[in-house]
T-cell receptor, first 114, second 112 residues
Framework: QKEVEQDPGPLSVPEGAIVSLNCTYS??????FMWYRQYSRKGPELLMYTYSSGNKEDGRFTAQVDKSSKYISLFIRDSQPSDSATYLCAMSDAGGTSYGKLTFGQGTILTVHP | DGGITQSPKYLFRKEGQNVTLSCEQN?????MYWYRQDPGQGLRLIYYSQIVNDFQKGDIAEGYSVSREKKESFPLTVTSAQKNPTAFYLC???????????FGPGTRLTVT
């Protein structure tokens, strides 16, 4: 079983829809959670970064962490065609021998059609 | 403009040849990382370096080598020992004591 599981999709939604992207993980030591957006043939771009449990909002994006369920989500409101990309979740524990290492999900391909 | 540059964008090599991928950053970040991305898969860590002149193997280091002689630079050599070198290679960096990483644009390596 992978440490981080992410539904690869693909996910196709109409413009204006609310999108929910999710990852589950097995390592209870993970405390730092990130979402990256990756356009085709480009490097990933950091979208959201959260620490421990709770919600964080930035414009149309909301990141949610539920450590008790080992589950994180990214919500995109009023989705736009420009949101079409692969979304990667990533997480890290608090340090020790794995300090600085991120564990990534395999990415969800999202298409928002006009 | 601060950022991470990777060159070249596309690289073609014959089997049996070593090839070096460049990664430079002007963000004054201490840590640098190399990942490999294959279709339908997440990013897999090859090597990382927290400080100059020191680096550690990641999850898939076999067939790769790195150096970190300068804070700004972290070149990756793909050797002929790497069995499946064709992939998209991504370099990243992060500030000291930070967990978030920032990525370069990537180099697509094709070995035939």
């Amino acid at each position: 079983q992978k440490e981080v599981e992410q539904d690869p999709g693909p996910l196709s939604v109409p413009e204006g829809a609310i999108v929910s992207l999710n990852c589950t993980y097995s390592n209870s030591a993970f405390q730092y959670f990130m979402w990256y957006r990756q356009y085709s043939r480009k490097g990933p771009e950091l979208l959201m970064y959260t620490y421990s449990s709770g919600n964080k909002e930035d414009g149309r994006f909301t990141a949610q962490v539920d450590k008790s369920s080992k589950y994180i989500s990214l919500f995109i409101r009023d989705s736009q065609p420009s949101d079409s990309a692969t979304y990667l979740c990533a997480m890290s524990d608090a340090g020790g021998t794995s300090y600085g290492k991120l564990t990534f999900g395999q990415g969800t391909i999202l298409t928002v059609h006009p | 403009d601060g950022g991470i540059t990777q060159s070249p964008k596309y690289l073609f090599r014959k089997e049996g040849q070593n090839v070096t991928l460049s990664c430079e950053q002007n963000l004054n970040h201490d840590a640098m990382y190399w990942y490999r991305q294959d279709p339908g898969q997440g990013l897999r860590l090859i090597y990382y370096s927290q400080i100059v002149n020191d680096f550690q193997k990641g999850d898939i280091a076999e067939g790769y080598s790195v150096s970190r002689e300068k804070k700004e630079s972290f070149p990756l050599t793909v050797t002929s020992a790497q069995k499946n070198p064709t992939a998209f290679y991504l370099c990243a960096s992060s500030p000291r004591w930070a967990y978030e990483q920032y990525f370069g644009p990537g180099t697509r390596l094709t070995v035939t």
